[in-house]
């Protein structure tokens, strides 16, 4: 995994998201950029965050994997 804390940039297994910061809900959250469709996630833990971005990526992938064997 590649982090680079000065841009809020996050890699898991080739997919990428940004980091922002929402002070009116005091919470993290992104998206896998990149890919069709919407897959976000959330937290109000910066220790949290990146294993929530691994959980949206695990979760698409086997969305994905679903889709292609049409279940």
């Given at each position: 995994m590649a982090e680079n804390s000065s841009l809020n940039?996050?890699?898991y297994k080739g997919y990428f998201t940004k980091i922002h910061y929402s002070a009116e809900g005091s919470i993290l959250?992104?998206?896998i950029e990149e890919i069709p469709g919407l897959?976000?996630?959330e937290?109000?833990?910066a220790k949290?965050?990146?294993q929530e971005f691994h959980n949206?990526?695990?979760?698409?992938?086997?969305?994905?994997e679903e889709v292609r064997n049409g279940e």
């Amino acid at each position: 995994m590649a982090e680079n804390s000065s841009l809020n940039i996050l890699e898991y297994k080739g997919y990428f998201t940004k980091i922002h910061y929402s002070a009116e809900g005091s919470i993290l959250y992104g998206k896998i950029e990149e890919i069709p469709g919407l897959v976000s996630f959330e937290s109000v833990s910066a220790k949290d965050i990146v294993q929530e971005f691994h959980n949206a990526v695990e979760d698409y992938i086997m969305a994905m994997e679903e889709v292609r064997n049409g279940e």
